[in-house]
Structures are given as structure tokens and as C-alpha cells.
T-cell receptor, first 111, second 113 residues
Framework: DAKTTQPNSMESNEEEPVHLPCNHS???????IHWYRQLPSQGPEYVIH???SNVNNRMASLAIAEDRKSSTLILHRATLRDAAVYYC????????????FGTGTRLTIIP | EPEVTQTPSHQVTQMGQEVILRCVPI?????FYWYRQILGQKVEFLVS????????KSEIFDDQFSVERPDGSNFTLKIRSTKLEDSAMYFC???????????FGDGTRLSIL
């Protein structure tokens, strides 16, 4: 399985943008880049995913490097509720492919 | 918004006893999963289930574990003879046809005494 590398932790001030990086230098052409997050005492929650182009949804934006060896999850205006562990996961999107979680980035939001 | 529900939220069981963890996936979903997370560790895949059979299972999912979809709405994980090391949060997830995101429940905390 292609691996991802994320910083262990990051801090951001409330109401400011947050850029969460992920390196995936061994990504294959069929791997989608998925982001999930896990709030305290909750199950993982889907955030966003993409293949090659940048993606936006109501929660976040995903910026994918042209060579696809890295990506950045962007929270445009962090709130205290965004404090969570964020996981960058590579996944082939067909059938019932499992999710392989790493250690993720623990995001702390400073009021 | 539809959600995956898991019961109970906390289960305390004596070592060696059987335990059944229950999940109600989102109603039109076809793919079902169990994961677990030992305190302070990563979320680990246990098993995936589709079309009434196991699609994939991890090394953790040994003969003591089984899954069932008994009635078309519930999805259960059974551990036949629990061990201390089975203590963890167990998360159920489901996924729809052609829709990549897996939707997770809030988990069952299993404590083995």
C-alpha cells in the first residue's frame, strides 16, 4: 500500500485558515486521496477526496500537487469544532476497499 | 442526515464471555465494515462485508470473531470468548453503491475485565 506522511500535530488560531499537508510520494495512478477526521470521542468522519484536480465542498478544500505526490487539506476558517485528528488516506475507489488509517495530524485550535 | 448507529455505547464484559456489538447502517448502503481502535492507537480495519458475505478480513479478525447481517437492517460483530486485549473502541461503517465515503458510527467502547 502506498503510504502517507503527515505532521504529528499542528496548531491554528480560531477563525484563521488552516493548511494540513500530506506527502504521498509513492502514490499510484489509481489512488484517490481521501481525508477523514476524528473528533474527540467520535468515529472517523469523511471530509473530502480527490484524484487529480482540486476539490471543494462545504467542509474544506483539497489542493493536489500537479505530480500528485503531495496534497493539502484547507480549512478556510477554523472553528473550535474543527479540533480533531485529520487522516490523509490513499484508496483505490472500487468495490469495498478498506480504509487504512495512519496516525494523522492532531489539530489544535487556539481560541 | 442519515447516520450509522451503534449500540451499546459502552459494554463491560468478563474475560471469556461472548459479546455482540450491534450496528444499524444507513438504510440504502450495501457495504459494511468493522474497525477497532485500542486506546491511544490507530484505527484498525477488521472486516468488510458485502452481499451477505465477508469480502476481506484482517489478521486481527480470527476465529473468535464473526459478523452477521441477520435481518437486513442490523449488522453485528460477535466475539466468542473475549480476551483482555479485545478492549477497544469498535466502529461500524457503511458505504453506498458508487459513493466512496464510508460513514462511521460513534462506536462501542468494549471493556474486558
Amino acid at each position: 500500500d502506498a503510504k502517507t506522511t503527515q505532521p504529528n500535530s499542528m496548531e491554528s488560531n480560531e477563525e484563521e485558515p488552516v493548511h494540513l499537508p500530506c506527502n504521498h510520494s509513492t502514490i499510484s495512478g489509481t489512488d484517490y486521496i481521501h481525508w477523514y477526521r476524528q473528533l474527540p470521542s467520535q468515529g472517523p468522519e469523511y471530509v473530502i477526496h480527490g484524484l487529480t484536480s482540486n476539490v471543494n465542498n462545504r467542509m474544506a478544500s483539497l489542493a493536489i500537487a500537479e505530480d500528485r505526490k503531495s496534497s493539502t487539506l484547507i480549512l478556510h476558517r477554523a472553528t473550535l469544532r474543527d479540533a480533531a485528528v485529520y487522516y490523509c488516506i490513499l484508496r483505490i475507489d472500487f468495490g469495498n476497499e478498506k480504509l487504512t488509517f495512519g496516525t494523522g495530524t492532531r489539530l489544535t485550535i487556539i481560541p | 442526515e442519515p447516520e450509522v448507529t451503534q449500540t451499546p455505547s459502552h459494554q463491560v464484559t468478563q474475560m471469556g464471555q461472548e459479546v455482540i456489538l450491534r450496528c444499524v447502517p444507513i438504510s440504502n448502503h450495501l457495504y459494511f465494515y468493522w474497525y477497532r481502535q485500542i486506546l491511544g492507537q490507530k484505527v484498525e480495519f477488521l472486516v468488510s462485508f458485502y452481499n451477505n458475505e465477508i469480502s476481506e478480513k484482517s489478521e486481527i479478525f480470527d476465529d473468535q470473531f464473526s459478523v452477521e447481517r441477520p435481518d437486513g437492517s442490523n449488522f453485528t460483530l460477535k466475539i466468542r470468548s473475549t480476551k483482555l486485549e479485545d478492549s477497544a473502541m469498535y466502529f461500524c461503517a457503511s458505504r453506498g453503491q458508487g459513493a466512496p465515503p464510508q460513514h462511521f458510527g460513534d462506536g462501542t467502547r468494549l471493556s474486558i475485565l
